[in-house]
């Protein structure tokens, strides 16, 4: 009898998993507009304006020396090379906007340090090692935000540390993803109503709904270790 009904209540588990993945990355999805588009404006206002300073300031310049053949050359050259720099801007604002077309591992993860990099005046070491598995958008997505949760933890909870992230995958035993700091740490068992832990709850949903699992080690003043595995058959 309970052999019998076991398929109907893994076919409830897939769909309810189908589901919570469907939920979480429509949530998801917004966040990661929102950063996005974050970082396009600051691209297009900070650098955009400032080339376009630059463009009048040499248009200037050429109209000054609008007698001297050599000077308008010049000045030719450097409003061309100016006008570059503005369509690569313009490619990265459109990139940003879009995402990826193909996300893997490698690019959400070069993403994120980036992000956090450049947020919070911190350098996040990251080393990718074994295959670089591609995702698929709803995939990158929760994958994204597990990764985003826990980089928050440390700026948020750790204090002044070391930050960095290891990533590797193997066909035999999957992807395995460590974000680590070297600050205060924390006791991952403590149910304390001051410890929220919805972040956490988050990232254990989240790794829940790819088919894999997060550990956290912690130590007092050595630092935390926040390690995700995710199984080779979760990549299809
Ligand atoms: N890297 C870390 N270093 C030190 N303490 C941490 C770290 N990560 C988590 N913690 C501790 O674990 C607690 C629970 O983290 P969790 O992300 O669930 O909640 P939160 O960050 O406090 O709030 P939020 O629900 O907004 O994420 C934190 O309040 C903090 O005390
Ligand atoms: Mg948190």
């Known amino acids: 009898m309970k052999d019998e009904l076991n398929p109907i209540g893994a076919e409830f588990t897939q769909a309810c998993l189908r589901q919570r993945l469907l939920a979480i990355n429509k949530q998801w999805n917004a966040i990661l507009e929102r950063e996005s588009n974050a970082v396009a404006r600051e691209l297009h206002d900070d650098l955009g304006q400032l080339l376009t300073a630059l463009s009048m300031q040499i248009s200037l310049f050429k109209l000054r020396h609008q007698d001297d053949k050599d000077m308008t050359e010049t000045a030719n050259g450097m409003l061309m090379l100016t006008e570059r720099c503005m369509q690569s801007i313009c490619h990265l604002i459109d990139n940003l906007r879009t995402g990826d077309a193909e996300p893997n591992v490698a690019t959400v993860l070069n993403r994120l340090c980036h992000i956090f990099e450049r947020r919070h005046k911190l350098p ?11 995702f698929d958008r709803t995939f990158a997505t929760v994958f994204f935000r597990i990764i985003h949760e826990s980089l928050d933890n ?5 204090g002044p540390c070391k930050v960095s992230i290891t990533c590797n995958y193997a066909s035999d035993t999957g992807l ?5 700091d070297s600050g205060r ?3 991952p068992h403590d149910t304390a109503p001051h410890q929220k832990r919805s972040g956490l709850s988050l990232m254990d949903e989240c790794a829940f709904a790819l088919g894999g699992q997060i550990e956290i080690a912690s ?15 979760s990549f299809g």
Do not use: M, Q
């Open 124 to 134: 996040c070491a990251l080393t990718i090692s074994g295959e670089c598995k591609a």
């Open 185 to 187: 740490g924390f006791d």
């Open 176 to 180: 395995e993803v460590v974000v680590s």
């Open 219 to 233: 130590s007092k003043n050595i630092g935390t270790a926040l390690r995700l595995r995710i199984p080779p058959e």
């Open 154 to 158: 440390v700026i948020r909870h750790a």
